[in-house]
């Protein structure tokens, strides 16, 4: 039988954050309740991390076959598959990629994949309630954009991708009081 049931609610930066809800049952013990917006977030983590993480372990064998094959033969590849497509500039910005994956695709397919898993531990968390998997998300995040350059230099390095990563993090800091 539930005793104490409240919603706090607040507004920060046009967004309505609602708090979790602490119930009492007639045993006294506290049970949490997920909030709509953090269980959609981590649903949404939950499908992303399903997707990406058998397409960083295909990457790595890909990037292991591709660091075993003469680098004529991947060029000549690249040149009859993309050469009718691209511009001769984005034709060598292809070629270099690849030579970037020849040198350091598998370690940083095993980045990814380790970030993958270290995120998918994070939201697991986040989803039991526990404020711990915000750190380890976070965390997860941030290295899988700074270790990547790390390995492979600034090539590694997409703008894009942390501007996505810090959203996210922010995402999750806005849930940090729902959880325990």
């Not at 949404?44 to 397409?55: D, M, T």
């Not at 090539?155 to 501007?163: C, K, M, S, V």
Request: aromatic share 12%; with cysteine; hydrophobic share 50%.
């Amino acid at each position: 039988m539930v005793t104490a049931c409240q919603k706090a609610s607040g507004t920060v930066g046009g967004f309505l954050f609602f708090r979790a809800v602490e119930t009492e049952t007639s045993e006294g013990q506290g049970t949490w309740q997920r909030p709509k917006l953090l269980a959609r977030l981590c649903m949404a983590s939950f499908i992303n991390q399903g997707l990406v993480f058998p397409l960083y372990l295909i990457g790595c064998a890909g990037a292991y076959a591709l660091k075993g094959m003469p680098e004529e033969e991947v060029r000549k590849l690249i040149d009859g598959v993309y050469a009718a497509w691209l511009q001769p500039q984005q034709l060598e910005a292809v070629h270099a990629y690849i030579q970037v994956m020849r040198l350091h695709g598998v370690a940083l397919m095993a980045v990814f994949a380790t970030r993958t898993l270290l995120r998918f531990t994070g939201t697991m968390r986040m989803w039991q309630g526990w404020k711990d998997g915000m750190h380890i998300y976070i965390t997860a995040q941030l290295l899988g954009v700074l270790v990547p350059m790390l390995v492979a230099g600034r090539e590694a390095f997409n703008f894009l991708g942390f501007l996505i990563a810090l959203n996210w993090c922010f995402l999750y800091f806005t849930q940090r009081r729902v959880m325990r």
